[in-house]
């Protein structure tokens, strides 16, 4: 493991890989959409020509050949290589996308280029176990992994449980990422360098020790997330109050929104 390795795969505009640099770790990114890559790329730049930062433009793929990535027009961050993910995005949120054809890489040979990282940070639309699978290949694990957890169904997210578990992940939190916005970088740093910064909307935030709230058991973040699964079945897009006009129009005035949530895991 390189402990000044972080692998960001899911870079979008670099608002997280940034923060990364910063802080004063190397890092591979990884980004499928052509126009985002490059235009994160140009913004990143000197980062690249120093030899901080590399930025591949990829999607995470079962077999290295081309795949067909869904670009989402009205939601640039939640492009993706699964059809039904994308589909879900039409019929739940009314969003549009076009297909393209992208490279695609299987993540065990990203790895094994560029090393494990300290810290693998994965949101891939609807791919991100593909990641957390190809560990399988290794002995050696990164130090921390965040993911986006699945909204699928209650057997989905167990199963991403599961097999960090299985990886020997033995520590979780599950963070709440519409809170993201009120962290703040603790002083004295205790990952990389202390840097006064302000997420933006969509960030992935603080990482490894650095995250807010204590690190749990398997059966106690799955207690969580019970609590959560149950928030998303009253209030979420598909919920019991969304499906009810007054309900729908009620949840609008107070601002109550679908919560999202990252799970994060330290061996």
Known sequence: MNRNLIIDVGVHTGQDTEFYLKKGFRVVGIEAHPDIYESTKNRLNSYIENGQLTLLNIAVSPKDE???????????????TSVDWARKGESSFGTRSIEMTVEGRRFENILEKFGIPYYLKVDIEGADILCIKALRQFHTKPQFISIESTKASWSALLEEIALLKELGYQKFKAINQAKVLKQVCPSPAREGEYIAHEFEFGASGLFGEETPDIWLSESEVIKVYKRIFLNYKLFGINGIFYQISVGKMLLDIFGIKEPWYDT????
């Open 264 to 267: 994060h895991a330290s061996l």
């Open 66 to 80: 081309p795949v067909t990535f869904y670009a989402n027009l009205d939601r640039s961050f939640w492009g993706t």
